[in-house]
């Protein structure tokens, strides 16, 4: 008996604590693991949401905006707070590269897919042939509403890039009645933008891509006068001795008498020229917000080609393929149903590339084979195939018969005879040891070997044209290219 009242003085000890608060949740455990295990068996049973390709689609284009003078790639001057921003929100390239060094042979390239082509006498600017099959006509094909708008009096209707677009609208340089003769307009890069947001609200719920041509911040650096004196002294008046047409004049004379000052001054142009292309994107960007269609539409960043400061004996663009030329910002912002990756990316990447990307994630079928790849495993945060050689030709009206060839960090330089048949000179650079440029390595034979083969291979397979029948420009054209700092003044 007196056993086993301890033993029951014990047991009690040990279980009244349970059976006051222990209890219940012991009698309740069942039926939540049930119902945790039921939620974890429906988790496991639904499928993640597969990513889907946004509706529309639209690329804006600066002309002749360098790289290396956007902050996100090292640049103390903030010349672009809208797209830096637009940049840190989606997919940034650092290594993205154009495939000529000036604009139409850049934009034919990446608007067919293919490597620019070698023209033969007679030429004035390239254009879309009969046979040459477009970007615009892929995505119109695929049922897409196609709209463009060029400040660009190159990137024209008359000379054959409405091809493929349902709307092409053209805002060049207007006459001046008073001084009789074309100036540009300094109110046509907002014009740009409000014709192509005229033009995306008429589309309603169709489908659409745009691609919008801005000429800024492209010669002449004439920003309004709210940005001129934000990065230097601001605009000197035309006839001071040495206001921009004739520092480029000294340039091409007598590259030597440039000074640090007037390096410095066209530089403090060039950039508040940029800075105020950015922030017309940022009224861009506000318009697609408000509008809704941002969060359904693949918005591109992008330019043609850059432009030197000097950096390897030049101002402008169109005689050399150096970094500062070749080297373009791209920047893809797009929405969360497109399952991107936001960050910046390494990747050896060619505006060349855009076509192929587009008609992977589009489901577009172009007519013909391009030599780009897509990129679009990028966008997606895969690793890309090891780089192949991204060629990067230069033509010009100087006698500057250049292209370059990139494998990884190592870059080839060939300069080449007129008719583009033979290499004559060559360069070599390690771009992650030598960014600019300035150490040639064209005496490291089993260096150069390699690249110098593919530059062979490339330049032997190149397309020559035949551009004894190229449109002709009309004065007026001319004078209109002239006001814009083409063809001499």
Partial sequence: MFISVIRFRIMNRIFRPLSRRTVPFLLCFPFFL?????????????????????????????????????????YARDTAPNLRKLAREGTLFLNAHSQAANTT?????????????????????????????????????????????????????????????????????????????????????????????????????????????????????????RFARRFGEGLRPADHPRAEDKIRIAANADPASITRDDREYMTGLYDANLRYADSLIGEFME?????????????????????????????????????????????????????????????????????????????????????????????????????APAPSISQSAYDHYRFSLRRGPLKFIGAVDPEWRRIESVELYDLSKDPLEKNNLAENAKLLAPLRAEAEKFLSGAEHRDTANDPVLSPDDEERLKSIGYLGN
Wanted: hydrophobic content about 40%; charged content about 20%.
């Fill in 287 to 387: 318009w697609l917000e408000k509008s809704g269609l941002r969060e359904n539409t693949l918005v591109i960043f992008m330019a043609d080609h850059g432009d030197a400061f000097m950096e390897h004996g030049v101002f402008g663009h169109n005689t050399t393929v150096y970094e500062e030329v070749t080297n373009v910002p791209l920047v893809v912002l797009a929405p969360k149903s497109a399952g991107f990756a936001k960050g910046r990316r390494t990747d050896l990447v060619d505006l060349v590339d855009l076509l192929p990307t587009f008609s992977e994630l589009f489901g577009l079928k172009p007519e013909s084979a391009t030599p780009g790849k897509s990129f679009l495993p990028a966008l997606r945060g895969q690793t890309l195939p090891a780089d």
């Fill in 105 to 225: 042979p850049s934009v034919w390239s990446f608007f067919t897919g293919r490597y620019p082509y070698i023209p033969g006498p007679g030429y004035t600017t390239h254009h879309f042939a009969e046979n040459d099959a477009t970007m615009a006509e892929a995505f119109h094909a695929a049922g897409f509403r196609t709209g463009a708008v060029s400040e660009n009096p190159w990137i024209n209707s008359d000379y054959g890039w409405a091809k493929g677009f349902d709307h092409f609208k053209n805002v060049l340089s207007l006459y001046n009645p008073v001084q009789e003769k074309w100036s540009r307009d300094p109110a046509s890069s907002q014009r740009v933008i409000d014709r192509a947001q005229e033009w995306i609200a008429q589309q309603g719920d169709a489908r659409w891509f745009c691609y919008v041509h801005l000429l800024r911040p492209h010669d002449p650096y004439d920003p309004p006068a």
């Fill in 34 to 74: 049930c119902v945790l295990l039921s939620l974890a068996g429906c988790s496991e049973k639904k499928p993640p949401t597969p990513p889907t390709p946004p509706k529309n689609i639209l690329i804006v284009l600066l002309d002749a905006a360098s790289a290396k003078h956007f902050s996100e790639w090292g």
